[in-house]
């Protein structure tokens, strides 16, 4: 789990230009090619729906409302 949280971190702060050793160490834990299209996945769909929910304003569920975050 450590690597598959490393390599989602590397792939989000450097927008995709991932090092071959960031690979290498995610193929060592195991994981394969299949995975890392998994992370694209899942990192494209927050990413569409927090541009779609800034955009339209959309309310935050009452349940997530004390996790809310504000720009200061």
């Given at each position: ?14 927008r995709g230009n991932v090092s ?26 927050k990413l569409i729906t927090n ?22």
């Amino acid at each position: 789990l450590e690597a598959l949280r490393t390599l989602t971190l590397a792939i989000v702060r450097t927008r995709g230009n991932v090092s071959p050793e960031d690979l290498k160490e995610f193929y060592t834990a195991g994981y394969k090619e299949q995975q890392v299209l998994e992370i694209i996945l899942g990192v494209s769909q927050k990413l569409i729906t927090n541009y779609t929910n800034h955009i339209a304003n959309t309310p935050v569920d009452i349940a997530f409302k004390e996790f809310t975050w504000e720009k200061k």
